[in-house]
């Protein structure tokens, strides 16, 4: 499956960053051009990534 990407808004200067969302783990960062850093927190892109590809895989098992 295609990953997901999403857009997030800088806190400090509000430009909208583009993210996979898989790569949003607890702990991982995203630095913006202004120099601002997001520290993403908890695990709930990759679940989210993962529940997509599953869902993915059924509905291809479903109308093969």
Same mark, same amino acid.
């Given at each position: 499956?295609?990953?997901? #990407?999403? @857009?997030?808004?800088?806190?400090?200067?509000?430009?909208?960053?583009?993210?996979?969302?898989d790569q949003m783990k607890h702990g991982r960062s995203r630095r913006c051009?202004?120099?601002? @850093?997001?520290?993403? #927190?908890g695990n709930d892109g990759p679940s989210a990534q993962q529940a997509l590809d #599953?869902? #993915?895989r059924d509905l291809k098992r479903i109308f093969k």
């Open positions: 499956m295609k990953k997901l #990407e999403i @857009e997030i808004k800088c806190p400090s200067c509000r430009r909208v960053l583009k993210q996979q969302l051009t202004c120099g601002c @850093e997001i520290v993403f #927190e #599953e869902f #993915e």
